[in-house]
Structure formats: C-alpha cells, structure tokens
C-alpha cells in the first residue's frame, strides 16, 4: 500500500513546508489542480524538487490538449499527471503516448458511469 498526500489550495510558502515535512513520509506528493491553476507548473516544479524521497503527482485532470499537457507536466517534473476519464478516447491515447517507462499516466474517473 502506498500512501498519498494531496496538497491544494495553499500558498507556495505553505506548500513548501508541507512538501518538507512529508518528503519521504508520503509515498506520493500529489500537486493539486488547484496548485497548478494558481501557480502554473514553473513555480509547482520548483516545490516539487523538494520532494526528493517521494514521487510527485500533479492533479492536472486533462480534458483536452493531452500530449501537450502531458509533455508539459513531465517536462516539469511530475512522475504521475492525470486525465479525465471523460475525455475523448483520442485524447487519453495522446497522454499515454506521452507516458513513459518511468513515468505513469492516471485516469480520474469522476463523471465517468
């Protein structure tokens, strides 16, 4: 079992004290969608450096754009970047393209029957 720890709707000074604190404690770091609107993958990626014992997630929730998105957030140091399962077929085929090896597609089922 894996634990995973969720960090939205804080500021950066906050975030980066939590990322200190739970580097290595949580299994995941995930870096939620609302992180990533206020602050943009730039700013996000420098937090995420910190989290050098954990394995860092951004909650980007692709709807569209997929391989660009997808490229961006690995680019920007994300190991996990998620899609929405409502996505188009072709969209969510674009991201795991855009997946590799060492990095992991997920797929938010929200809205999904």
């Known amino acids: 079992m894996k634990l995973q720890v969720a960090i939205d709707r804080?500021?950066?000074?906050?975030?980066?004290?939590?990322?200190?604190?739970?580097?290595?404690?949580?299994?995941?770091?995930?870096?939620?969608?609302?992180?990533?609107?206020?602050?943009?993958?730039?700013?996000?990626?420098?937090?995420?450096?910190?989290?050098?014992?954990s394995r860092v997630l951004y909650d980007i929730k692709t709807v569209d754009e997929g391989a660009y998105e997808f490229h961006s957030g690995f680019y920007y140091g994300a190991d996990y970047l998620t899609v929405m399962g409502s996505a188009s077929p072709s969209t969510i085929a674009l991201c795991y393209k855009e997946t590799n090896a060492i990095q992991h597609m997920m797929i938010d089922l929200t809205d999904v029957p």
């Not at 290595?24 to 450096?49: C, P």
Request: no cysteine; hydrophobic share 40%.
């Open 10 to 53: 804080k500021s950066l000074t906050e975030t980066e004290q939590l990322v200190r604190s739970l580097n290595g404690v949580a299994d995941i770091i995930e870096f939620g969608t609302s992180l990533i609107k206020d602050f943009g993958f730039n700013d996000v990626s420098k937090l995420a450096q910190l989290a050098r014992h």
